[in-house]
């Protein structure tokens, strides 16, 4: 994903993929671009379960260490645990994966290009990321059950 963001006075592209978020938590809305301070809230919630889902040390990168551990150290016959435990993982991340890169569009573009921001949408990520960090939680409280 690149923000192609234009400078209007020498025509310079910047095609720098941003691995992180503008941290509205540490800036007065007041000193925000138009569409960061119009949608402010709904911004700060995304960027929140953004960084729960994307982050190295975010919960979804906390929780799923642990179950590959236990994925790891499995000793069922055939690999069994460690093999359905690694596909869900695998699941997981290309589910994280397709989510973190809708909300970086959609964070990038209020932030770096004065986008608008759709409250339906904001709202239909943030849900379907709670949906996922809620199922990893549930795998990681009882691997057991989960590698079944």
Known sequence: MSSHLRDTTLGLRDDYSHDGRVLLEALHPSAL????????????????????????????AQKTLKISTAALVSNAGGDAVYTRLENKLKAWGDWRDALARQMRDILEGAAFGGKEVSDERVEDLIEKANALLGQVRACSADMAACAK
Do not use: H, T
Not at 35 to 59: C, H, M, T
């Open 33 to 60: 671009p138009n569409a960061l301070r119009d949608d402010f809230d709904k911004l700060l919630s995304l960027g929140r379960v953004y960084k729960q889902i994307n982050a190295p040390f975010g919960e979804l």
